[in-house]
């Protein structure tokens, strides 16, 4: 059994012979990202850094040990006084940070393939996953959102977790997901513990195996730790008791960009209770009062307001002006869904294969996951969000980076990929990319 695994697992890894050269591979995707966003997703405009990044930056755990305040006491620790030029140029240079992260890691697994055709037909893959709608380049409009921060430490954790010593500091990763903002529950922490399964599947070796295992649960419990944490008794630890001293305070940190706080985009957690007294200083509404009840569960007064709050949320999303009172939503989600759908369908193929040849049952189980996590990703980000192409971003920026990890641990998975896009039309597939990487984004950006 063991060296059957050994067959199919990190074989690619094995011999040198025939392999691309991973530098070059990195350089391609490196320019190919760094040029694609500069004149296709941005039009040779760089926009101006958002009120909504700046005052994510400004704020820190001096406010309390609350969620969304990670990014902030991270810039903290470089700079004493935090501008919007600042933010602007440290926002920016993490963005390309990231693109040399996502570039090493495709030219992992490109130069891990040794014949050339399956080589060739995982390059045109990962193309498709770097560019066109509801891709990493989504964060190049928005530089240094929270979503942003997720995706960063994913990348972070692809790394971290195949290294022999820094595999160890996982579980920190897995935390740093939840302290940028608990949403990420749903979708990067989901792709990170199925990544980490994933690995002790394909472990041969049984002390290494055990020690992945223990990485998982350990990292595990510490995210439902925190996101019980968040969700539940973050307000207890606040420092700022006041909508009022909230703003002063945010306003006093800005200085002379003061005017560029988006305060009232700033949801944290903690005042959702408070904010409905001060709707001058937060856009929101009392989403209770909106959903014309309050469930009264038999739980702990704490407990039955975080699953009150989330219903409410569902609720609020719903009658939102952007689902209820356009039909942009609608639109949106068709669109994008439906230029998404046949790589997508390309991949649940895959899978599919995958699952009826696989006789390990941990790693068929591996197999079956990506296939619940994407729709399972965006039918519960669209619920609790009106960022609709946000929450289909990153239901396939997970969806196709595991795919790629998958491919890069298992020789076979390659030589599918090669087989099925053989019916493919080359002419079909560069004209179905033209309007998956252009035309999309042009419709966005209109």
């Not at 990044?53 to 470089?78: E, M, N, Q, R, W």
């Not at 990420?184 to 599947?201: A, P």
């Not at 309007?435 to 209109?446: K, M, P, Q």
């Amino acid at each position: 059994m063991a060296e059957r695994k050994r067959a199919k697992f990190n074989v690619n890894k094995a011999a040198a012979g025939g392999r691309m050269p991973q530098l070059g591979v990195f350089i391609f995707f490196f320019v190919y990202l760094c040029l694609y966003d500069y004149f296709i997703v941005l039009h040779t405009n760089i926009p101006e850094l958002s009120g909504e990044v700046l005052t994510y930056h400004i704020v820190d755990y001096s406010f309390g040990f609350c969620t969304k305040l990670l990014p902030g006491a991270i810039i903290h620790l470089f700079f004493d006084s935090v501008t919007k030029q600042t933010v602007a140029v440290y926002a920016r240079v993490l963005y390309v940070i990231s693109l040399a992260l996502v570039s090493f890691f495709i030219s992992k697994v490109v130069s891990s393939i040794e014949e050339k055709g399956s080589r060739v037909a995982v390059l045109i893959i990962c193309i498709f996953f770097v560019t066109g709608p509801s891709t990493i380049n989504m964060f190049a409009t928005n530089v240094g959102v929270l979503d942003f921060y997720w995706f960063l430490f994913a990348l972070l954790f692809l790394i971290f977790a195949e290294n022999k010593y820094l595999k160890y500091l996982v579980p920190l990763l897995f935390a740093a997901e939840i302290l940028v903002h608990f949403g990420s529950i749903i979708c990067y922490v989901i792709f990170m513990g199925m990544v980490m399964l994933f690995k002790c599947s394909a472990e041969t070796d049984k002390k290494q195996k055990r020690i992945l295992f223990t990485l998982l649960v350990v990292s595990v419990a510490l995210t439902l730790g925190l996101f019980v944490y968040f969700m539940i008794f973050e307000q207890s630890n606040v420092t700022i008791k006041s909508m009022q001293e909230f703003n002063d305070e945010l306003f006093a940190r800005a200085g002379e960009n003061a005017d560029a706080i988006h305060y009232k985009y700033y949801d944290f957690a903690f005042f959702r209770d408070e904010a409905v007294k001060y709707p001058e200083f937060y856009e929101q509404i009392d989403m209770r009062s909106l959903a014309g009840y309050s469930l009264s569960l038999p739980l702990p007064e704490k407990l039955n307001d975080a699953v009150n709050m989330m219903l409410s949320q569902v609720v609020y999303t719903l009658h939102s002006e952007l689902i209820a009172e356009s039909h942009r939503g609608l639109r949106l989600i068709v669109y994008v869904y439906g230029l998404l759908l046949p790589v997508v369908a390309f991949v649940y193929s895959i899978y599919i294969k995958l699952i009826k040849e696989e006789k390990d049952k941990l790693t068929k189980l591996c197999f079956i996951l990506p296939l619940i996590q994407f729709p399972f990703c965006s039918i519960v980000g669209l619920l609790n969000s009106v960022d609709i192409n946000r929450w289909i971003g990153e239901s396939f920026i997970i969806f196709m980076g595991y795919f790629l990890y998958v491919v890069y641990k298992r020789s076979d998975v390659s030589e599918l990929v090669k087989t099925s896009g053989k019916k493919i039309d080359w002419r079909l597939l560069l004209s179905y990319y033209f309007v998956y990487a252009n035309v999309t984004l042009n419709f966005f950006t209109s």
